[in-house]
């Protein structure tokens, strides 16, 4: 058998596209990838429709009133079912049958009516009826804490999830080739550089095929339960985050890369790939625990590997200037070309390193 002529060896970027067929191929044949995915989408459908539907359900609380006494919540009718009886003994029936929770009957001092209740007063509509003075706020918050609360919530554990689940699998790849030593039959026929690049465009292909399916699934579920305010809302925040997820998972994915090449064995990438997971886990906790907090948020947005939440969650909370989002995406990209650099001279320093793991020191030595 004659050797291959070097003008039949394959240029980099075919390179590139072959480690990229085999690393989507063989994830897409994987029973457990696509279950895990199907389960995915799934569960992030049930969740948005309950959510949507949860929304939409009737809060008002039922009260029965006379026509004398119907004056009294006009003011409060929209948090309230109302239900106009005939007289008072009328809405005492009511009461006791368990239609409406209280009635509001003529007579009582100075109020010109009486609260009739079962066994305790409702507390909520005693409230609604409290006399309160007007109140005057400074400063105002334009969404509602717990939409808040879950708006951040979704942007940071997708992340995530995403994020480590597909970093994990790069850095698993690795090791694998190394033990089988598939690795040197792969790099005496393609540039170590090509390999690690199909890796991370393979793996960022599936990444971002996930993160689409996700938006395309809140979509449907927001649109199916006639939330289009919401959707709106989230239009977006939901494009900037498809854009900083891809430049930030390829900033991640190379150096998951990276850092797998310097050990030999599964069981030793734990020590080396531990800094990059408290990466990833950072804007998830740093989100949930601090969404109502603009200047973490803040910080959050410029800081690279937090960026991909930080910046849409403050895109959708209307507290980023139109400038903000692309001041942040120039860093992640100027971030993301130094890590590549940085990520491919370690796994080219690394990769036919075999044994004891290999010191950052001397994987970017030349």
């Known amino acids: 058998m004659t050797a291959p002529t070097p003008s039949s060896a394959p240029s980099f970027a075919q390179s590139v596209w072959l480690v990229t067929e085999r690393e989507i191929g063989s994830k897409l044949r994987s029973k457990a990838f696509l279950i895990s995915t199907g389960i995915l989408f799934a569960i992030a459908l049930v969740a948005v429709v309950w959510g949507g539907f949860a929304a939409q359900s009737d809060s008002r609380i039922p009260v029965a009133v006379t026509a004398d006494t119907a004056g009294a919540v006009s003011s409060i009718e929209d948090a309230l079912e109302i239900t106009e009886a005939s007289d008072a003994d009328a809405a005492r029936d ?79 790849s690795v090791v694998e080739e190394k033990q089988t030593r598939v690795v040197e039959l792969l790099i005496s026929a393609i540039p170590t550089r090509a390999l690690l690049a199909g890796k991370v465009v393979g793996n960022t292909i599936l990444a971002m095929g996930q993160i689409i399916g996700l938006a395309a699934i809140a979509i449907v579920g927001l649109t199916v339960t006639d939330q289009s305010a919401l959707l709106t809302g989230l239009g977006a925040p939901l494009v900037w985050f498809a854009v900083f997820f891809l430049f930030g998972f390829i900033l991640l994915a190379a150096l998951f890369a990276a850092a797998a090449a310097m050990v030999s064995r599964q069981e030793d990438i734990g020590s080396t790939t531990t800094p990059l997971t408290f990466l990833v886990m950072a804007p998830y906790f740093l989100v949930i625990f601090f969404n109502d907090n603009p200047v973490v948020l803040t910080i959050m947005s410029y800081v690279p590997f937090s960026a991909p939440v930080g910046m849409p969650v403050r895109v959708f909370l209307g507290e980023a200037q139109w400038w903000e989002p692309l001041l942040s995406l120039v860093i992640l990209l100027a971030t993301c070309v130094a890590a590549i650099a940085i990520g491919a001279r370690i796994y080219e320093n690394s990769l036919l390193r075999m044994g004891a793991r290999v010191k950052l020191a001397e994987a970017l030595k030349a």
């Open 94 to 172: 009511l009461v006791r049958s368990g239609e409406v929770d209280a009635a509001l009957v003529p007579g009582g001092e100075p109020f010109g009516y009486t609260v009739v209740a079962d066994d305790a007063p409702p507390s909520t509509l005693m409230q609604l009826l409290s006399v309160t003075p007007p109140v005057e706020l400074l400063t105002t918050d334009g969404v509602d804490w717990a939409l808040r609360y879950f708006v951040s919530l979704g942007f940071g554990l997708i992340f995530f999830m995403a994020a480590l689940t597909f970093g994990s699998t790069i850095a698993q």
